[in-house]
């Protein structure tokens, strides 16, 4: 089973948001969208654990002022050798995932 964690980064760049998601399992891919929308993304970090079970993350900056519209941004982690997806979002509005 495929888990996800989905973080608000702090602001390192001013006017814009940092989210972050990593995701687990056998072959993760990590995916990013903005209502039926895929966006594009950054800094895909990929490593293993003592388990064999192997890790991914990305960022994803956002536009201060898109951010605190509200928009609901949605990380989607699947895992295609175990057919599997899960996702989780975040808004400004919810503050967290």
């Known amino acids: 089973e495929p888990s996800i ?4 980064a702090p602001g390192e760049v001013l006017g814009q948001q940092t989210l972050v998601c990593s995701g687990r399992g056998f072959n993760p891919q ?11 993304t950054s800094n895909h970090g990929i490593s293993m654990d003592t388990n ?3 890790a991914v993350a990305g ?5 201060e002022t898109e ?3 509200g928009t609901v941004f949605i990380c989607e982690v699947s895992d295609k050798s175990l ?7 975040i808004s400004f509005c919810s503050g967290k995932p």
């Open 67 to 69: 951010w605190k519209s």
């Open 30 to 40: 990590i995916k990013w969208l903005n209502g039926l929308h895929e966006l594009h």
């Open 59 to 63: 960022q994803l900056h956002v536009a």
């Open 83 to 89: 057919n599997k997806v899960v996702k989780k979002e």
């Open 52 to 54: 064999a079970r192997v």
């Open 5 to 8: 964690e989905l973080l608000l």
